[in-house]
């Protein structure tokens, strides 16, 4: 937490002292055995005595902080703001915060659906992986005709573009091509991707590979005004919209899947005062790679029924004309629940800067949106724009 705080300190020219406020982001104190963020940790930050909050909206924490913070400095009531993410999750404390062990991955999901509705969950029949992952692919499938063949390969391209960002991203939790880690294994992509025992499915269509990586992260960003900016970044990223949707479980819902998401996007685009076609750049929740799909064309960035045949055709790696998802998303980067909306923030400003090295995509974006999804469900989305 403290790095990441520090990085983007650096990066703004600034010192904690010329910070007025804080908001840390995290949800998992199951794990973490921290509740009062703002206490806990304000000593390590170096805000003693400034104000600060714990705030948490799942998995859509730190895009919510966005938000938070753009509404404070609009406000006048500060003029610069650091918002934080962290959450450990591989992890718990035993008798004392040093002493830990490993988390057991039953035990963590357990935790996790602590984020959903206790009352109805498990009489549902929730679970994550099937929820939020293979009922929507097979509804996406049903109503574009797709045939299983077709939906499976879609997958396996999904998580070809996914690695091959994680491969060029120095922060990413999974270093490797999928080509490659097939190669060390002495097979072939395809029968490394099919029919290997390292690739089974998590629940079909879906296989281990199209799923989130847990992982120990923190993110950190500053907020300030529009005058301030510009004489501590010499391309700042300016704030354009946002918009935040709530809705409880079932979420699924003729004609859209996701009318929450849907909301979402299109509060944030009557806001920034923009239009889907403006958007250069788009980065999605895709705990499960099923939203890659869905929410390329709820949001407008890929017309409908057309999503599946861009990730065939390559059109979103950095390389194409339709670039997503470059920092290698929740499986390449990794998911830190709480702090990965930070991490995709910091993406996307990184590729409006031209600062994203390897993975840089071919236009420097102007217009750029994030999407990210609060477990059980807080929908957040921000459109960021660049500076001519």
């Known amino acids: 937490m403290v790095a990441a705080?520090?990085?983007?300190?650096?990066?703004?020219?600034?010192?904690?002292?010329?910070?007025?406020?804080?908001?840390?982001?995290?949800?998992?104190?199951?794990?973490?055995?921290?509740?009062?963020?703002?206490?806990?940790?304000?000593?390590?930050?170096?805000?003693?005595?400034?104000?600060?909050?714990?705030?948490?909206?799942?998995?859509?924490?730190?895009?919510?902080?966005?938000?938070?913070?753009?509404?404070?400095?609009?406000?006048?009531?500060?003029?610069?703001?650091?918002?934080?993410?962290?959450?450990?999750?591989?992890?718990?404390?035993?008798?004392?915060?040093?002493?830990?062990?490993?988390?057991?991955?039953?035990?963590?999901?357990y935790w996790t659906d602590f984020g959903v509705d206790q009352i109805y969950a498990y009489p549902h029949g929730y679970d994550i992986l099937t929820a939020y992952g293979a009922l929507p692919a097979l509804a996406y499938a049903k109503r574009y005709g797709l045939s299983m063949e077709d939906l499976e390969k879609t997958f396996m391209h999904l998580a070809l573009a996914v690695r091959k960002h994680a491969s060029l991203n120095p922060k990413a939790f999974v270093a490797s091509e999928v080509a490659q880690e097939a190669q060390n294994k002495g097979m072939e992509t395809d029968e490394f991707w099919y029919s290997s025992r390292y690739n089974p499915y998590a629940a079909?269509?879906?296989?281990?590979?199209?799923?989130?990586?847990?992982?120990?992260?923190?993110?950190?960003?500053?907020?300030?005004?529009?005058?301030?900016?510009?004489?501590?970044?010499?391309?700042?990223?300016?704030?354009?919209?946002?918009?935040?949707?709530?809705?409880?479980?079932?979420?699924?819902?003729?004609?859209?899947?996701?009318?929450?998401?849907?909301?979402?996007?299109?509060?944030?685009?009557?806001?920034?005062?923009?239009?889907?076609?403006?958007?250069e750049y788009l980065h999605v929740h895709d705990c499960m790679q099923?939203?890659?799909?869905?929410?390329?064309?709820?949001?407008?960035?890929?017309?409908?029924?057309?999503?599946?045949?861009?990730?065939?055709?390559?059109?979103?790696?950095?390389?194409?004309?339709?670039?997503?998802?470059?920092?290698g998303g929740r499986h390449g980067m990794g998911h830190a629940f709480g702090a990965s909306a930070g991490a995709d923030i910091y993406e996307t400003v990184k590729q409006m800067r031209g600062e994203a090295g390897d993975r840089q995509v071919k236009k420097q974006p102007e217009k750029a949106v994030v999407h990210n999804h609060g477990y059980g469900m807080h929908t957040a989305v921000?459109?960021?724009?660049?500076?001519k």
Request: charged share 20%; with cysteine; glycine share 8%.
């Open 5 to 109: 705080a520090r990085e983007a300190l650096e990066d703004a020219g600034l010192r904690p002292v010329d910070v007025d406020a804080f908001f840390i982001g995290g949800m998992q104190s199951h794990t973490s055995h921290v509740y009062s963020h703002y206490s806990r940790l304000s000593d390590w930050l170096g805000m003693q005595f400034k104000p600060g909050l714990h705030f948490a909206t799942a998995c859509s924490t730190t895009n919510t902080g966005v938000g938070l913070g753009a509404m404070t400095v609009a406000s006048g009531r500060f003029d610069t703001v650091l918002v934080v993410g962290v959450e450990t999750l591989l992890s718990s404390p035993q008798n004392k915060p040093t002493e830990r062990k490993p988390v057991d991955p039953t035990m963590l999901w």
């Open 290 to 327: 099923t939203y890659h799909l869905l929410l390329s064309e709820l949001s407008g960035y890929i017309p409908y029924g057309q999503a599946w045949k861009a990730a065939l055709e390559g059109r979103f790696l950095h390389e194409g004309d339709r670039p997503m998802n470059t920092s």
């Open 204 to 279: 079909w269509p879906l296989r281990l590979m199209n799923i989130l990586n847990p992982v120990d992260g923190a993110t950190s960003y500053v907020i300030t005004s529009k005058e301030e900016a510009q004489g501590m970044v010499k391309d700042p990223i300016d704030i354009l919209g946002f918009e935040w949707s709530v809705s409880n479980y079932p979420w699924y819902e003729e004609p859209d899947f996701w009318p929450a998401d849907k909301k979402a996007f299109d509060g944030a685009y009557e806001k920034a005062g923009i239009t889907p076609e403006e958007v």
């Open 382 to 387: 921000t459109v960021l724009g660049r500076r």
